[in-house]
């Protein structure tokens, strides 16, 4: 049991009050922290401020059992503590543990007030970008009368990462999209879909029809290795298999060899422990999910029994978090297996961590069974070199250690070094943002380098109506909710440069630039377009029993969205 529960679920019995509990889903969107009366929802931050933590908690002391926040929920992370299912009743003690950690301190903030209406023309704003940081910085934006947002994705289909990097699996993480719709139907938001900034429309032409111009554009290349051996065929990026089981049209073709029993997974958040599942989950499970057709197919006639996890770190400092870690041991038919002795917590060790330990303690004493499949976590264990001649065979790794002053030291690669075969090896260390066309980049940080959400220029100086959000904005760090207060942090830099006449600058209305978008050719989908796709997909899925069945080819996308447009 997560130490120091035991006070707070006594105090919760003896009030006989149903308490709401929040759960693996939770994104971070915060959506439910507004909506308490008793201000018992942890932690909370500001525009621009993230918070620590992997999830958000509910007091069970403080809860008064009104529903608000389950209401608010988009993700349908929150339960109330008497119908939490088998699986989830263990977020029940850990809600407790961490405010018997940090006690509640409750402090009824005001909500911040929207921006006044502004006249109707007066602020016209570009987004590039669908996913989680576009969707709230246009709500952001919309919130606010007179207001006018045109938002361009490269792709016929909204919602970025949502739609091709959320785990085929997380069906409740996905349904957020239904909040970010009623924002892409307001009458001042336009959807450009299918319309790729740098192709088919540049930065400048964009700054010509906007006061402002957003990049909310993420950061999707997976960050190399650095080793020898990494041009071999048979070494991808996590990213790179994500898309392809995800259905994403780039990563559609990419052919990812399953025929060995054995999978290598370089980095351990939360995106190499979904690789893994999809990798292991058994086809009948798949089958329920929007897995890309493809993929099910494949993954179906797969030979793969054992992924392994390589950390170069301890568990105490696993990337994962601590609800995707304990999910793990509710797969049927496949054991963790935990190659650490170091899983001791540490009194300094905060909740979460604890808590971790405390489940890899657990599957470390699990008696495992020769037919089930298996997720190895190989910690302390660093890459050296991918192994193979014309093909990946296999990954070198060395032992790590720590010193006596606590610094990570490699082992000898010549006298202690050990090959993992495999024939697939799957980078999962990070990822990059690529270069914009005509706007500052970071290489070596890989982020349009900015200001709070204000572009800098080479000089250091803020270029007037340009902005980031998002991964571009501040690194890949974070969940889908944390997009929230990233996007508000932006929105109210740009706010502060319309009020000091910074965004003045006269530029063509919304007609004109629907005149030059067809004067330019662009076969332009639109948010009734989408909505086809949406509709074709789920009829498709209706058909096997399946959530959707999706369109991974950007072809059949623009047939399926022009057959019902306007209908």
Same mark, same amino acid.
Request: include cysteine.
């Given at each position: ?296 197919? &494949? *993954? =179906? ?5 054992? +992924? #392994? @996890? ?6 105490? !400092?696993? %990337? ?6 304990? &999910? *793990? =041991? ?5 054991? +963790? #297996? @935990? ?6 917590? !540490?009194? %300094? ?7 971790? *330990? ?116 501040r690194g890949p760090r974070g969940v889908i909710g944390t997009n929230r207060t990233c996007a508000e942090q932006t929105v109210a830099r740009l ?73």
């Amino acid at each position: 049991m997560v130490v120091g529960v035991s006070r707070s679920v006594r105090e919760r019995e003896r009030k006989s009050v149903v308490a709401y509990v929040i759960t693996q889903n939770c994104c971070k969107d915060a959506s439910c922290v507004p909506v308490c009366p008793v201000d018992c929802i942890r932690p909370s931050a500001g525009a621009g401020e993230f918070t620590g933590t992997e999830m958000l908690y509910i007091d069970p002391a403080t809860c008064i059992d009104c529903g608000a926040c389950q209401e608010e929920c988009p993700v349908g992370a929150i339960y109330a503590d008497t119908d939490l299912p088998p699986e989830l009743e263990r977020f029940q003690e850990i809600n407790a543990a961490y405010f018997e950690a940090n006690p509640l301190e409750t402090e009824l903030v005001p909500m911040p007030k929207n921006h006044a209406a502004v006249e109707a023309g007066s602020l016209r704003v570009a987004i590039i970008g669908a996913g989680p940081a576009a969707c709230y910085t246009a709500e952001e934006l919309v919130k606010v009368t007179g207001v006018e947002v045109d938002l361009f994705e490269r792709l016929p289909t909204p919602y970025g990462l949502i739609r091709a990097g959320v785990a085929p699996d997380h069906l409740h993480t996905k349904a957020i999209t239904d909040l970010f719709a009623k924002t892409f139907t307001n009458k001042r938001m336009a959807a450009h879909f299918n319309v790729e900034v740098g192709k088919h429309v540049t930065h400048e032409e964009l700054l010509a029809h906007h006061h402002a111009v957003v990049y909310a554009v993420g950061a999707n290349n997976s960050r190399d290795l650095g080793i020898p051996g990494e041009t071999l065929p048979g070494n991808f990026g996590a990213s790179d298999f994500v898309g392809w089981y995800n259905g994403h049209p780039d990563r559609a073709e990419d052919d990812f060899d399953l025929t060995g029993e054995r999978v290598v997974i370089v980095g351990n958040g939360n995106v190499a422990l979904d690789v893994a599942r999809v990798l292991l989950m058994s086809p009948e499970r798949l089958h329920k999910t929007d897995i890309a057709e493809h993929a099910l197919n &494949a *993954l =179906g006639e797969s030979a793969v029994r054992e +992924v #392994v @996890i390589v950390a170069r770190r301890g568990p105490r !400092d696993a %990337a994962f978090s601590a609800a995707e870690f304990m &999910a *793990l =041991g509710h797969l049927e038919g496949i054991d +963790v #297996v @935990i190659e650490s002795d170091d899983l001791d917590a !540490d009194p %300094a060790d905060d909740v979460e961590t604890a808590w971790k *330990l405390e489940i890899a303690r657990e599957y470390a004493e699990r008696p495992q069974s020769p037919d089930n499949k298996r997720i190895v976590f190989r910690f302390m264990a660093a890459p050296v070199e991918v192994v193979g001649d014309d093909k990946v065979t296999g990954l070198r790794v060395v032992r790590n250690s720590f010193d006596a002053n606590g610094k990570l030291v490699a082992g000898d690669p010549a006298t202690d070094a050990e090959v993992i075969e495999t024939s697939l090896v799957l980078r999962s260390i990070g990822y990059r943002g690529r270069e914009i066309a005509d706007v500052p980049y970071d290489a070596a940080a890989g982020v349009v380098p900015n200001d709070g959400g204000r572009v800098l220029g080479d000089d250091g100086e803020p270029i007037p109506g340009v902005y980031v959000s998002g991964w571009i904005k501040r690194g890949p760090r974070g969940v889908i909710g944390t997009n929230r207060t990233c996007a508000e942090q932006t929105v109210a830099r740009l706010w502060e440069d319309f009020d000091s006449g910074k965004l003045s600058r006269g530029v063509q209305d919304r007609e004109s630039l629907e005149t030059f978008l067809h004067e330019r050719g662009i076969d332009k989908v639109e948010w009734q377009g989408w909505k086809a796709i949406d509709a074709a997909e789920r009829s498709r899925g209706s058909d096997t029993k399946r959530p959707r069945v999706k369109f991974v080819s950007i072809d059949e996308m623009l047939l399926t969205a022009k057959g019902t447009v306007g209908v």
